[in-house]
């Protein structure tokens, strides 16, 4: 069974920094899309970025600049290194991968970003 563990979440000053990481264990093959979405309370959950098996990477407007993705191929793992956040970037993040039978998410993980 295929399981996807955020990590990396917490309580940050505005101007702060985290990194998130999300693994997976089980069988899992030929991951094709890695993405990170958020949800924010009261609102809908929300694509922030996203990684192809080739590299290519997207960015919601909101992130650009501050937020940068990165995955392990050879650890089945991702990451988002967040900079310069902002009490708006305060959300439960979840990472989801898309294989060929479908996708997976992760349990979430918060980010607060208060003062």
């Known amino acids: 069974q295929v399981q996807l563990v955020e990590s990396g979440g917490g309580l940050v000053q505005p101007g702060g920094s985290l990194r998130l990481s999300c693994a997976a264990s089980?069988?899992?093959?030929?991951?094709?899309?890695m993405n990170w979405y958020r949800q924010a309370p009261g609102k809908q959950r929300e694509l922030v970025a996203a990684?192809?098996?080739?590299?290519?990477?997207y960015y919601a407007d909101s992130v650009k600049g501050r937020f940068t993705i990165s995955r392990d191929n050879a650890k089945n793992t991702m990451y988002l290194e967040m900079n310069s956040l902002k009490p708006e970037d305060t959300a439960v993040y979840y990472c989801?991968?898309?294989?060929?039978?479908?996708?997976?998410w992760g349990q979430g993980t918060q980010v607060t970003v208060s003062s």
């Open positions: 990684i192809t098996s080739g590299g290519s990477t």
């Open positions: 089980g069988n899992i093959f030929s991951i094709y899309t």
């Open positions: 989801h991968y898309i294989v060929a039978i479908g996708g997976y």
